[in-house]
């Protein structure tokens, strides 16, 4: 998996995923214009759409409907003394059994996101010097 940030204004960034864009922008109380959510925010999203759909995926297999489900995910990134911090909300019918309830519940944090925030991580960084367009 690739993604490329491309600046386009002073902390804005167009990101390209396979053939989709998004932006990328800091809050204006940390310089930013706010045109679009932050990159922090882009990771609470990735976590809370990731979530949805591995629940999804797994209702669907075991035959369950689960209608609109909706995923809720704050995230406090780590200060000194503190770890990152998420706190998921999974908002499910109200007629599903207390089985089911659990069994989603399980299967959320399988997600891929999810797994890979819990695991180790490791960063292999290297610099290429280019000629980059004027912005």
Do not use: N
């Not at 706010?34 to 591995?54: F, R």
């Not at 519940?105 to 960063?123: N, Q, S, W, Y």
């Amino acid at each position: 998996m690739k993604a490329t940030a491309t600046r386009t204004g002073t902390y804005k960034h167009v990101v390209q995923v396979r053939q989709h864009r998004l932006s990328a922008d800091e809050p204006s109380d940390t310089g930013g214009d706010d045109s679009a959510p932050s990159p922090q925010e882009l990771l609470a999203a990735s976590l809370a759409s990731c979530t949805a759909v591995t629940m999804e995926m797994y209702a669907q297999r075991k035959g369950w409907d689960i209608g609109g489900v909706e995923v809720e995910a704050q995230y406090t990134p780590a200060e000194r003394g503190c770890p990152t911090r998420f706190s998921l909300t999974l908002r499910l019918p109200s007629d599903l059994t207390e089985e089911q309830v659990e069994r989603l519940r399980v299967i959320a944090a399988k997600c891929p996101v999810h797994r890979t925030l819990d695991g180790e991580v490791m960063f292999d960084e290297r610099v290429q010097r280019v000629e980059l367009a004027p912005t």
